[in-house]
C-alpha cells in the first residue's frame, strides 16, 4: 500500500483480508513486515493487531500473533447461536425493513445470481454482505453487533459451505424466499426460512468437518 495509513484504516483493511479468506489459519502477522508493508512505524502496527486479537481472528502461536486455528467443536457452537440469532434477525427485518432495505437485498441478490461460477472468496464475501444487509434492516444494533462476532469465528473454516455441490444456487433460492416474507411482513415465516437455511449450513459443514478429521 503505497502512503501512510493510521492504525484503524490498517486493522480494517487487515480485517478485510482475513474474512476473505486470503491468510490461511496459522498464518503469521509479524509486526515487522507489516509496519514496512504499511509504511508506519510498529506502534499503530501493534495496535491494529490487537484489535483483530480482541476481535477472535488472531491468536498468540509459539513465534507471535497468527490467523486463528479452526476449532471444529467452537465453529459448531457458532452455527447453533446464529441459527438462533439469524432466525431472530429475520424476523426483526420483516417487521422494521423499509423500502430501501428490500432494493438492497435484491440488488445483492441480483447480482450473485450473475455471478458465473465464483470463487471460495467471493462466494463467502457476498454470502456475509447479504446478511449483514438483512441486519442492518432489523434496526436493531445490539443483535448486529452480536452476530458481527459470531460470523468472524467461521472465517477460520478452510472452505465454505457454498462450495458444496449445487449449494451455491440453492442458497441463493433461500435468500430469494427470505427476501419474500420480510417483503410481505411475515416475521414467523421469515424466521423458520432463515433457522432452515442457517440449518443447511450447519449439517454441510458438519459433513465437512467430519472428513477433513476422518
Known amino acids: 500500500m503505497a502512503g501512510r495509513v493510521d492504525a484503524a484504516s490498517m486493522h480494517g483493511e ?11 489459519p496459522g498464518a503469521p502477522f509479524r ?14 502496527v501493534r495496535e491494529a493487531l490487537g484489535r483483530l486479537q480482541q476481535e477472535g481472528l488472531l491468536e ?15 465453529l459448531m457452537q457458532v452455527y447453533d447461536l446464529r441459527i438462533l440469532l439469524e432466525g431472530q434477525a429475520a424476523e426483526e427485518a420483516a417487521a422494521a425493513r423499509t423500502e430501501i432495505d428490500l432494493a438492497r437485498l435484491e440488488g445483492l441478490l441480483a447480482r450473485d445470481r450473475a455471478l458465473q461460477d465464483p470463487d471460495n472468496g467471493t462466494r463467502l464475501t457476498t454470502n456475509v454482505e447479504f446478511h449483514e444487509a438483512l441486519w442492518a434492516a432489523t434496526r436493531n444494533p445490539v443483535l448486529r453487533d452480536l452476530l458481527d462476532r459470531l460470523a468472524t469465528h467461521q472465517v477460520h473454516a478452510p472452505t465454505s459451505t457454498l462450495t458444496a455441490p449445487g449449494r451455491w444456487e440453492q442458497s441463493l433460492d433461500e435468500h430469494a424466499a ?35 478429521l476422518g
Open 14 to 24: 487487515l480485517k478485510a483480508e482475513i474474512l476473505r479468506g486470503e491468510h490461511s
Open 31 to 44: 509486526e515487522v513486515a507489516l509496519a514496512e508493508r504499511f509504511g508506519v512505524s510498529r506502534t499503530p
Open 60 to 74: 498468540r502461536g509459539t513465534r507471535g500473533l497468527q490467523v486463528r486455528s479452526l476449532d471444529p467443536e467452537q
Open 178 to 212: 427470505l427476501i419474500g416474507h420480510v417483503r410481505e411482513r411475515d416475521g414467523a415465516a421469515a424466521r423458520e426460512a432463515m433457522r432452515a437455511h442457517m440449518g443447511t449450513a450447519r449439517q454441510l459443514r458438519l459433513e465437512m468437518l467430519s472428513r477433513a
